[in-house]
């Protein structure tokens, strides 16, 4: 069974009773859901998940003092830490008195902070830049269950996704450095015979092109070690899976080299095909630094299109 699927069967099966029957009073201001941290937040979860943290639990968000105030969030605590420790053959963790859990009772404020830098979801273009790409996804994952006062959905909601012009921004830099590493210093490097820096080459080119195809889903990128799993998922690109696994994979003598420069450009072009068709780029070849820069052109605030091409990657 998956986390998130275990998580809300917990919550039908004892936690929602407990909420409606002695919390009846604050019921209307919470947010039960499975959000954060691991891979059941990501439904990534298999059978080596089980091995940590994977456990019958939900999550309660509560919004800040004013609203439900630290009498009931103890009680919410207690009443939570009294949930039977055992569902379908699966225990659960102690829950720990200082705090840090990724389960139970969380401030909605703590938690969108934590993620995000922002208490509510409000973030500045220069923000949007900064703030790591997997702790917006992180805010955003899982599943709601119940969420009446919709506050934490509506915080959610404007988290979704960047605004085009920060997409725009950070597709123009993640471009950049796929034709500076993978159209040209890669090749330099086997001349060379640089068989490292030419393996660093294809590892920064494979970086940016999944970047580059996240953005075109209009996706966050996750942490790294989900990054394959979650491109299998993804509506546009996602065919290039193998191409890139070969990339990182395969070696650097002159007779794999030529392949994976052949590999490069087709890469290459399938990513500047998707840009034509979304209408973001029109310039009809495949060569990724003109490409950048006119997709940082097409940013339409005045002061980020004239930060460094870079700055938002």
């Known amino acids: 069974m998956k986390g998130l ?19 009846a009073d604050v019921l209307p201001y919470l947010a039960v859901g499975l959000a954060g941290s691991g891979s059941e937040c990501y439904g990534y979860d298999d059978a080596l998940s089980q091995d ?30 009294k949930l039977p420790k ?11 008195p200082v705090g840090g859990s990724r389960h139970g009772v969380i401030r909605m404020e703590e938690f969108f902070l934590e993620k995000t830098g922002s208490p509510d979801g409000a973030l500045s273009l220069e923000a949007w830049l900064s703030v790591p790409e997997h702790g ?3 805010a955003t994952n899982g599943a709601v269950f119940c969420d009446p006062y ?7 909601e404007r988290l979704s996704y960047f605004p085009e012009d920060v997409r725009r921004k950070k597709l123009g830099g993640s471009l950049l450095l796929m034709g500076q590493a993978g159209q040209y210093n890669y090749s330099r490097c086997v001349e060379r ?13 494979v970086k940016s092109v999944l970047h580059s195809i996240y953005l075109l889903n209009r996706s966050y990128m996750p942490y790294y070690k989900w990054v394959f799993r979650g491109l299998r998922e993804l509506s546009v690109l996602s065919e290039l899976g193998g191409e890139l696994e070969y990339l990182v994979s395969s070696g650097n003598a002159p007779e794999e080299a030529k392949g994976k420069e052949q590999r490069i450009e087709r890469i290459c072009a399938a990513v500047a095909e998707e840009l034509r068709a979304q209408g973001i780029c029109a310039l009809p070849y495949a060569e990724m630094e003109p ?12 002061d980020l299109r004239n930060m460094h091409i870079l700055s938002a990657v």
């Open 5 to 23: 699927d275990l998580a809300r069967e917990y919550y039908e099966a004892y936690g929602k009773a407990v909420l409606e029957e002695e919390f």
């Open 52 to 81: 940590h943290d994977f456990e019958p639990a939900f999550c309660i968000f509560l919004p800040d003092e004013s609203i439900v105030d630290r009498r009931y969030a103890f009680r919410l605590e207690r009443a939570y830490a």
């Open 86 to 96: 055992e569902f379908m053959g699966l225990s659960r963790s102690p829950v720990s």
């Open 136 to 138: 917006l996804l992180e």
């Open 150 to 156: 919709g506050r934490f959905s509506a915080i959610r």
């Open 193 to 205: 015979g640089d068989t490292a820096a030419a393996q660093m080459a294809a590892f920064e080119f």
């Open 291 to 302: 490409m950048a820069y006119a997709v940082n052109d097409t940013v339409t605030d005045h």
